[in-house]
């Protein structure tokens, strides 16, 4: 099986390439040539496994270059003892036609961990596969999130060392000390003058100087991204959607072959594509519900086929969700749309910051997409209600999802559906508090521990006793020397 750029179909690479390069040089992001499918007479078989297995035989459809026995060594790593349950990615019911897909009990308490636990493994393999002998650096700009989880995933991998950059105006103190205190031989932290602009700007000059790269391979480094563009951040997100099926279906709820729907908090269109993918491969879905904050770029582009960036950008209380342009858009695009269209459309997006896709091409994404949004507000009072009513704890993103979902039900649409929990409520504690009706906490994750009877997650308990290894922060100009100096 082959992949080729969501830009141009003649540009095709192997599976190891794909992981190898991130992006496609055309700017594209890779897909695979077709997708491998996936009979009811699997789900069953697979049904009976763990996640482990589920994971391992899921990857090794769309991986011929990797055996199944190093994708099964891959799994018991990426998935084990760093998850603080056995089921690692358990569903809660709330009712019979209900359930969360807990995707936060991984080392950095958000579901990022799902795929960067695993991204190191799969890009060192396939660096070894395709020869390369210099060593990768990972260089991040975060704004909170994928920072702290690819340190977590790539620390003291051999082969590889990783640079973060966040903006010291603009990431919660929990996220700030997750990163500061960060543990490992090959990681590298510091804070950088300004917003999560300036980070971002920063980095993506550093990746542009070609100069700089020729330097850097002389001493044998290459520079790559942890970030969702990459196949093999997307791929093992298409697992736990076919994990959740085969636990719904466990679990008495469903019957083997009946469609379930998956309501998703979504930013950059990487976790819900990767249900996408599954459902394409043959697991029963029926829709998937894009959920968005304030942000609600997506809701407008999935109603009426335009999607359009020139709007104003609001800070919320679901930040991972803030997102203007939402990048793993353009595989859907690509599969619904074709390689040329594509190429338009993202042209028209650089331009003039919008595009309109076809008649056809949006009846076919709203056969599969519905779309609601809802405010901070809105997000508080449900977080609340979903706290009464079944006591049970749910973060500001995983509320934004819960509320759109609850909306599509006031309006006479009761169908069994998951609804993806993306981050422990103790990671947003401040504002989860503040729904609850607790303001100004002095120690916002005790509190929150008091308030909801619910345990502190271990990798955040003891975050207060933990040495500070990074105190660093530089301007915006002086991040390339730091890089240079870390790889000296
Ligand atoms: C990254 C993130 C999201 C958004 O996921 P996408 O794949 O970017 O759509 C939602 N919730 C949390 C907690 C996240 O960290």
Redesign the pocket.
Same mark, same amino acid.
């Given at each position: 099986m082959m992949y080729h750029s969501t830009r141009d179909n003649n540009c095709k690479v192997t599976d190891a390439q794909a992981i190898a390069q991130g992006l496609a040089p055309d700017g594209g992001l890779f897909v695979p040539d077709s997708l491998p499918t996936l009979s009811l007479e699997e789900i069953q078989a697979l049904a009976k496994l763990d996640y482990r297995g589920r994971a391992a035989a899921i990857m090794h459809k769309f991986l011929p270059s990797f055996s199944k026995e190093e994708l099964d060594g891959f799994v018991s790593r990426a998935y084990g003892k760093n998850y603080d349950h056995d089921a690692i990615a358990p569903l809660r019911f709330t009712d019979d036609n209900t359930a969360y897909l807990e995707l936060w009990h991984g080392p950095t308490c958000?579901?990022?961990d799902m795929a960067l636990q695993m991204l190191p493994l799969l890009l060192t393999a396939s660096l070894k596969k395709i020869g390369e002998q210099r060593q990768v650096c990972i260089l991040v700009a975060t704004s909170g +999130?994928?920072g702290k989880a690819a340190l977590e995933g790539f620390r003291d991998v051999e082969g590889t060392s990783i640079i973060v950059f966040f903006p010291r105006d603009g990431v919660s103190d929990i996220q700030k000390l997750q990163m500061t205190t960060q543990a490992g031989k090959n990681v590298l932290v510091s804070s950088v003058v300004g917003n999560f602009d300036d980070a971002q700007t920063g980095v993506k000059k550093i990746f542009s100087d070609k100069d700089f790269a020729e330097k850097l391979s002389a001493k044998g480094y290459f520079l790559s991204s942890a970030n /969702?563009i990459n196949w093999g951040r997307l791929l093992p997100q298409v697992a736990y959607y076919v994990s959740a099926y085969c636990d719904f279906v466990n679990a008495g709820k469903l019957e083997l072959g009946q469609p379930l729907d998956f309501c998703v908090?979504? =930013?950059?269109? =990487?976790? @819900?594509l990767a249900g996408w993918y599954a459902k394409q491969m043959g697991l029963p879905v029926g829709q998937f519900l894009c959920a968005s904050n304030a942000n609600n770029v997506l809701t407008d582009f999935l109603t009426t086929g335009t999607y359009d960036r020139n709007r104003p950008f609001h800070a919320t209380i /679901?930040p991972?969700?803030d @997102?203007l342009v939402?990048s793993?858009l353009e595989r859907l695009l690509c599969a619904k749309g074709g390689e040329s269209a594509v190429s338009q459309w993202m042209a028209q997006l650089n331009q003039e910051g919008k595009y309109t896709v076809s008649e056809e091409v949006k009846a076919s994404i709203q056969a599969d997409f519905q779309a609601g949004f809802c405010d901070d507000e809105a997000t508080k009072a449900e977080i609340q209600r979903v706290f009464q009513k079944f006591g049970y704890l749910i +973060?500001t993103?995983t509320a934004v999802a819960s509320k759109v979902l609850g909306d599509k039900r006031a309006q006479g649409q009761v169908r069994p559906t998951v609804v993806v929990s993306?981050?422990s409520p103790y990671k947003f504690a401040v504002d989860v508090l503040d729904a609850l009706g607790v303001q100004d906490p002095k120690d916002p994750l005790a509190e929150l521990s008091a308030a909801s009877s619910t345990t502190i997650p271990a990798p955040l308990a003891g975050l207060a006793e933990r040495e500070v290894r990074f105190r660093g922060c530089v301007e915006k100009t002086e991040m390339q020397a730091l890089v240079d100096q870390f790889l000296a």
């Amino acid at each position: 099986m082959m992949y080729h750029s969501t830009r141009d179909n003649n540009c095709k690479v192997t599976d190891a390439q794909a992981i190898a390069q991130g992006l496609a040089p055309d700017g594209g992001l890779f897909v695979p040539d077709s997708l491998p499918t996936l009979s009811l007479e699997e789900i069953q078989a697979l049904a009976k496994l763990d996640y482990r297995g589920r994971a391992a035989a899921i990857m090794h459809k769309f991986l011929p270059s990797f055996s199944k026995e190093e994708l099964d060594g891959f799994v018991s790593r990426a998935y084990g003892k760093n998850y603080d349950h056995d089921a690692i990615a358990p569903l809660r019911f709330t009712d019979d036609n209900t359930a969360y897909l807990e995707l936060w009990h991984g080392p950095t308490c958000a579901f990022k961990d799902m795929a960067l636990q695993m991204l190191p493994l799969l890009l060192t393999a396939s660096l070894k596969k395709i020869g390369e002998q210099r060593q990768v650096c990972i260089l991040v700009a975060t704004s909170g +999130d994928t920072g702290k989880a690819a340190l977590e995933g790539f620390r003291d991998v051999e082969g590889t060392s990783i640079i973060v950059f966040f903006p010291r105006d603009g990431v919660s103190d929990i996220q700030k000390l997750q990163m500061t205190t960060q543990a490992g031989k090959n990681v590298l932290v510091s804070s950088v003058v300004g917003n999560f602009d300036d980070a971002q700007t920063g980095v993506k000059k550093i990746f542009s100087d070609k100069d700089f790269a020729e330097k850097l391979s002389a001493k044998g480094y290459f520079l790559s991204s942890a970030n /969702s563009i990459n196949w093999g951040r997307l791929l093992p997100q298409v697992a736990y959607y076919v994990s959740a099926y085969c636990d719904f279906v466990n679990a008495g709820k469903l019957e083997l072959g009946q469609p379930l729907d998956f309501c998703v908090p979504t =930013g950059n269109f =990487g976790n @819900i594509l990767a249900g996408w993918y599954a459902k394409q491969m043959g697991l029963p879905v029926g829709q998937f519900l894009c959920a968005s904050n304030a942000n609600n770029v997506l809701t407008d582009f999935l109603t009426t086929g335009t999607y359009d960036r020139n709007r104003p950008f609001h800070a919320t209380i /679901s930040p991972s969700m803030d @997102i203007l342009v939402s990048s793993n858009l353009e595989r859907l695009l690509c599969a619904k749309g074709g390689e040329s269209a594509v190429s338009q459309w993202m042209a028209q997006l650089n331009q003039e910051g919008k595009y309109t896709v076809s008649e056809e091409v949006k009846a076919s994404i709203q056969a599969d997409f519905q779309a609601g949004f809802c405010d901070d507000e809105a997000t508080k009072a449900e977080i609340q209600r979903v706290f009464q009513k079944f006591g049970y704890l749910i +973060d500001t993103h995983t509320a934004v999802a819960s509320k759109v979902l609850g909306d599509k039900r006031a309006q006479g649409q009761v169908r069994p559906t998951v609804v993806v929990s993306t981050a422990s409520p103790y990671k947003f504690a401040v504002d989860v508090l503040d729904a609850l009706g607790v303001q100004d906490p002095k120690d916002p994750l005790a509190e929150l521990s008091a308030a909801s009877s619910t345990t502190i997650p271990a990798p955040l308990a003891g975050l207060a006793e933990r040495e500070v290894r990074f105190r660093g922060c530089v301007e915006k100009t002086e991040m390339q020397a730091l890089v240079d100096q870390f790889l000296a």
